[in-house]
C-alpha cells in the first residue's frame, strides 16, 4: 500500500494552472525557503484561491462562447423567415403577369438554285440571314427599340401603374429611360437559335392584351429596321455601278459632243457616204473620158485635126481629164479644197468615231453591270417572316410564390452552412 501523501502534496501534483503569486507547494520531504509546515488554515485558504481562479476563468470561457454563438443564431432566423417572406410578398402584394410569345425570322426574296433544291434549301446564304438576325437579337434588347415603343405605347405608365402596391416587381414612378430599359430587359426574354435562324420573343405584363399588343409593335419595329437593312445594302451594292454608269454617261455626251462639232464645222455628216459620193463622181468621169476616146478616135478617121468637131472633142476630153485628175489629187491630199485635206478630215472623224464607239459600248457595259447589280440586291434582299404571332395569355404564370419561396430557402440554406463553416473554422483557430 502506497503511503497518503498530505493535502499539499495533492495540490502540488494536480492539474491546476500555477500562480505565480503562490509558489508551489512543497513536497513531503522537500526544504527549501519554506520549510515551516503549513498549517492547514493556510492550505484552506490557498485551495480556495485557486478554486476562485479556476472558477473566474471558465466564467469567462462560457461568456465569450455565448457572445459566439449569436451570429450563426442570427443567421439561422433570417434563414428560416427570407423563405416565409419572399412568399408572403409574391402572394399578397405582387401584382399577376401574364406572358405573351412571338417568334420569327429573316428569309431572302430568292429563288433557290438546283443545288439549294437538292440540300433543301439549307446552309446557302446563311452568313447574311446570321448576320441580319444578329442584328434584329441587338435591337430587341436596345435602348432605341424601349424609345420607339414609349412613344407608340407609352410603355411608362403601363409599367409603373402598379407600382405603390408592388414596387419590387414594377417600374418606379417617373423613371427615366435608362431605368425603363433596365427594366425592360427584365420583362423581355429573347431566345436565339443562330443554327436555324429563328428568334423567339417572351413579354410579361400584367395586362395580356397589352403585352400582345407591345410584341406585335416591337415586330413591326423589326420589319422596319430590316427594310432599312436592305434599302443600305441596295445602295452600297448599286452605288458603285451607278457612279460608273454616271461617269461612262458623261464620256459618252462629249464624245457626241465632239462629232457633231466635227460635222457643223465641215459640213460633212459621215465621211463615208462623202467617199462613196466622191467614187461616184470618178467613176462617171472615167465612163465620159473613155467615151470621148473613143469618140474622138471613130473622129480621126474621118476628119482632119482642122475639123472644129474633132477640136471641140479634143476639148472636151482634156477638160475631162483635168477633172479627173483633180478629183483623184484631192484623195491623195495633194490639192486641199477650202484649205481642209479630205483624208486629214477621214483621219479626223474616224478617231472622233471611234471614240464614240468605245464611249457608247462603255456605257452600255456600265448600263449592263448596273442592271446586274440591281437584280443581285433585289435577290438578296430580305424580309421578316412571322412564324408565331403575339399570343394572348388566359392564365397568370408570374410570379410563383412557392417555387421562389423554395428557391429563396435552397440558396438561404446554402448560404447558411458556408457561413456556419467559416465562423466554425474561424472560432477553432482562435
Not at 507547494?25 to 525557503?33: F, N, S, W
Not at 451570429?71 to 408572403?88: D, E
Not at 483621219?347 to 437584280?375: G, I, K, N, V
Request: proline share 4%; with cysteine.
Amino acid at each position: 500500500m502506497q503511503p497518503r501523501k498530505d493535502l499539499s502534496t495533492q495540490l502540488s501534483e494536480s492539474s491546476f494552472e500555477r500562480d505565480e503569486a503562490f509558489p508551489p507547494l512543497r513536497e513531503v520531504g522537500r526544504t527549501d525557503v519554506y520549510d515551516a509546515p503549513l498549517s492547514v488554515q493556510e492550505e484552506v485558504l490557498l485551495l480556495r484561491r485557486r478554486l476562485g481562479k479556476i472558477t473566474r476563468r471558465d466564467k469567462g470561457q462560457r461568456m465569450q462562447a455565448g457572445r459566439s454563438l449569436w451570429m450563426p443564431a442570427l443567421a439561422g432566423i433570417l434563414t428560416l423567415l427570407m423563405p416565409l417572406a419572399v412568399y408572403t410578398y409574391l402572394s399578397v402584394a405582387a401584382v399577376p403577369q401574364y406572358f405573351s410569345y412571338a417568334g420569327f425570322t429573316t428569309r431572302a426574296a430568292d429563288v433557290p438554285n438546283g443545288a439549294e433544291l437538292l440540300t433543301g434549301g439549307f446552309g446557302f446564304g446563311m452568313g447574311t440571314q446570321a448576320s441580319e438576325n444578329d442584328i434584329l437579337f441587338s435591337y430587341l434588347h436596345s435602348q432605341e427599340l424601349v424609345a420607339h415603343l414609349d412613344r407608340k405605347l407609352n410603355l411608362r405608365s403601363h409599367f409603373s401603374a402598379d407600382w405603390a402596391s408592388d414596387p419590387v416587381l414594377q417600374l418606379q414612378l417617373a423613371a427615366s429611360l435608362e431605368q425603363m430599359h433596365r427594366f425592360w430587359m427584365r420583362v423581355l426574354e429573347v431566345a436565339y437559335d443562330r443554327s436555324t435562324g429563328l428568334i423567339e420573343m417572351r413579354l410579361r405584363a400584367t395586362d395580356p392584351v397589352w403585352a400582345a399588343a407591345v410584341l406585335d409593335e416591337v415586330l413591326k419595329a423589326c420589319g422596319a429596321k430590316v427594310n432599312d437593312i436592305n434599302t443600305a445594302a441596295f445602295a452600297d451594292a448599286v452605288g458603285f455601278a451607278q457612279e460608273a454608269l454616271d461617269k461612262a454617261n458623261q464620256t459618252w455626251r462629249a464624245a457626241i459632243d465632239q462629232v457633231q462639232i466635227f460635222r457643223v464645222a465641215n459640213g460633212i455628216v459621215d465621211p463615208a457616204i462623202e467617199i462613196e459620193s466622191r467614187m461616184g463622181v470618178l467613176t462617171s468621169l472615167q465612163h465620159q473620158l473613155a467615151g470621148a476616146l473613143i469618140d474622138l478616135d471613130e473622129m480621126a478617121q474621118t476628119t482632119d485635126a482642122q475639123d472644129p468637131r474633132f477640136r471641140k472633142l479634143q476639148d472636151r476630153v482634156n477638160v475631162i481629164r483635168q477633172r479627173l485628175a483633180a478629183e483623184r489629187l484631192s484623195f491623195s491630199g495633194e490639192t486641199p479644197e477650202d484649205g481642209k485635206s479630205f483624208p486629214e478630215l477621214v483621219s479626223t472623224y474616224e478617231a472622233l468615231y471611234t471614240d464614240l464607239e468605245f464611249a457608247q459600248l462603255r456605257y452600255t457595259s456600265a448600263l449592263s453591270a448596273l442592271s446586274q447589280a440591281q437584280a443581285d440586291a433585289a435577290k438578296k434582299s430580305r424580309y421578316l417572316a412571322i412564324y408565331l404571332k403575339p399570343t394572348v395569355a388566359e392564365t397568370s404564370e408570374f410570379p410563383k410564390p412557392a417555387s421562389t419561396a423554395a428557391l429563396a430557402a435552397m440558396m438561404g440554406g446554402l448560404a447558411f452552412a458556408i457561413f456556419s463553416l467559416i465562423h466554425l473554422s474561424v472560432r477553432g483557430r482562435r
